[in-house]
């Protein structure tokens, strides 16, 4: 490719990377240790550390935002399924003289049903290691009930 890739994009931090790695396995990245299997965030596909065969996405599309929450392990096919490239038109004087890559990202279609109202918290002993997993029931902050009140509660 001729084209060179925006210059805002920066990769994420191989801490930030590691990090994310071990959140998709499902274990705790503040215990320091690593391990070399992860999965894919959407397929559950196995993988592992320098392979090669996963990416780490920036979630919310923008490639100058590095954070933590942005950074998404998810397997080649996935990120491609969530990529959509397309081919536009460059013209100068009303003629077209090439074309550019589009890149859009079409999102991701699990995020969905992410929303559950449960979660696992793991159990911990005395030393602090884990000795298992409960399940707890999420409560879900109240809904605002109406627009008109809050707008209401404006014009005071
Ligand atoms: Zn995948």
Redesign the pocket.
């Known amino acids: 490719m001729f084209l060179p890739e925006k210059k805002t994009r920066k990769p994420f931090k191989t801490s930030t990377k590691k990090t994310e790695w071990i959140l998709a396995t499902g274990k705790n990245p503040s215990s320091g240790k690593f391990v070399k299997m992860s999965k894919?965030r959407?397929?559950g596909?196995p993988l592992t550390w320098g392979d090669r065969k996963y990416d780490f996405d920036h979630k919310d599309n923008n490639p100058a935002n590095n954070s933590q929450s942005n950074c998404y392990l998810?397997?080649k096919?996935?990120h491609g399924n969530a990529t959509l490239i397309t081919k536009r038109k460059r013209k100068a004087l009303g003629q077209t003289i090439g074309y550019e890559t589009v890149k859009r990202k079409v999102g991701y279609k699990k995020s969905r049903k992410k929303t559950r109202n449960t979660k696992r918290v793991p159990i911990h002993g005395v030393f602090g290691e884990i000795t298992g997993y409960r399940t707890v029931k999420i409560r879900k902050p109240k809904a605002v009930k109406s627009r008109k009140r809050k707008r209401k509660a404006r014009k005071k």
Do not use: T
């Open positions: 894919c959407e397929c596909m998810v397997c096919s996935c």
